[in-house]
């Protein structure tokens, strides 16, 4: 597969496509309704951000408890009704007089179970394309999600002050069931990829699994590491340029889609696995620039440039897949999707306390500088032959 149309050929990809998008966009306005929401009523910016972005933060927990069902429960019945569940969670959540404990109970719950929608999404599109189109539909679904968030925020500033707060948490738990019915009758009724039921005890034992294979590891560092690290860097646009923090992430998303395009669509396959290494080192080295303060166009040229190499976890996925078994790639997807989540989170905070006793220019720099060292630490453990390592552990 070479082209998006190609892939939008395919008879299941278009109801999985609009599924996603859809649930982006829900999230985004839902989460930014939130915080309003939280904030009017505590006036705490902790209480307003943990209510936006707890369910990243959650992610860990549905990593270390759920994703066992990735691969054991039918990929329609779980998205639709994971939907649905997000549907009643985010109309609860517009009930007047909720407590904000009860709020943050909500919003970690569906965090925790967003990361089994993440993975059940993946592991179907990985069985309704064919494995060289699996990096192409990948690129429409992340261009798609970008696309969705930077909508989302817009839309749902206007709905806040148009219908308020609730009345955006309804109108997302709509979006939600428009979700759920796309699911239900756009997918076809596939059997689950594997046997016997999802557990917490499974989750643990095909984690330990997934982690055992030394080759997989390599991956999921790379997957997890540069990346996070380089959030951390946006974390700090807001401190950084007060005035200017909506450019700058408005050209990284910008950016992101250059590179999902140029990676996904553009590069063939041979050229797309050898430029994963420069392209995480991309995804650093722009930013030490800032360290030098850069004036405004050059920080805004850094940023798209830097935001390019966020495609790098294209080729890396598709690694992944290549080192493991097919009755478990939604978990493994599952995974790299929680972990580079948590690690994200974790990244923020970790370029807050370091920009506290200095500055965000020296934090941002200080956070690239570790990101292309990682980089460049696990660049050997990338070389090998993916298909060779898979059949070794096979036997």
């Not at 806040?160 to 759920?180: D, E, K, N, W």
Request: net charge positive; with cysteine.
């Amino acid at each position: 597969m070479r082209t998006y149309r190609e892939v939008f050929r395919v008879p299941e990809f278009t109801p999985l496509f609009l599924t996603s998008a859809m649930q982006v966009a829900a999230s985004t306005a839902s989460g930014l309704a939130l915080g309003t929401l939280v904030y009017a009523a505590t006036g705490s910016p902790l209480l307003s951000a943990l209510s936006m972005f707890g369910p990243s933060l959650a992610q860990v927990a549905g990593a270390l408890a759920l994703l066992s069902a990735a691969d054991r429960l039918p990929p329609r019945a779980a998205l639709s009704g994971l939907a649905a569940l997000f549907a009643l969670g985010t109309a609860a959540l517009a009930l007047p007089g909720l407590p904000v404990a009860a709020i943050l109970a909500i919003v970690l719950g569906l965090g925790a179970a967003a990361s089994l929608g993440g993975a059940v999404r993946l592991g179907l599109l990985t069985e309704i394309l064919p494995k060289d189109g699996y990096p192409l539909g990948r690129s429409v679904i992340n261009m798609s999600s970008g696309t969705m968030q930077i909508g989302g925020y817009a839309v749902g500033g206007l709905l806040v002050t148009a219908l308020s707060a609730r009345g955006t948490l309804i109108t997302a738990a709509a979006l939600y069931l428009l979700a759920a019915a796309t699911a239900r009758l756009g997918l076809s009724g596939r059997p689950a990829r594997a046997q016997g039921r999802p557990s917490v005890a499974e989750t643990w034992r095909v984690n330990a699994r997934l982690w055992s294979s030394a080759p997989r590891r390599q991956v999921y560092y790379a997957l997890w590491v540069p990346n996070g690290l380089i959030v951390g860097c946006e974390s700090l646009f807001v401190p950084y340029a007060p005035e200017h923090a909506g450019l700058l992430f408005a050209v990284g998303s910008l950016g992101m889609l250059m590179g999902d395009v140029l990676t996904g669509r553009l590069l063939p396959p041979h050229r797309r696995e050898r430029l994963a290494a420069p392209l995480r080192l991309l995804l650093a080295a722009p930013y030490l620039v800032f360290a030098l303060h850069p004036p405004l166009p050059l920080a805004l040229a850094a940023v798209v440039l830097a935001s390019i190499g966020f495609s790098a976890t294209l080729p890396l996925q598709q690694r992944l897949m290549a080192l493991t078994p097919d009755e478990m790639s939604g978990q493994a997807l599952g995974l790299h999707s929680s972990g580079m989540l948590t690690m994200q989170g974790v990244s923020a905070a970790l370029a807050g306390a370091l920009a506290q006793p200095t500055s965000p220019a020296v934090a941002m720099a200080v956070m690239a500088a570790v990101s292309v060292a990682v980089t460049l630490a696990l660049a050997p453990g990338l070389r090998g032959d993916p298909e060779r390592d898979c059949l070794a552990e096979a036997r």
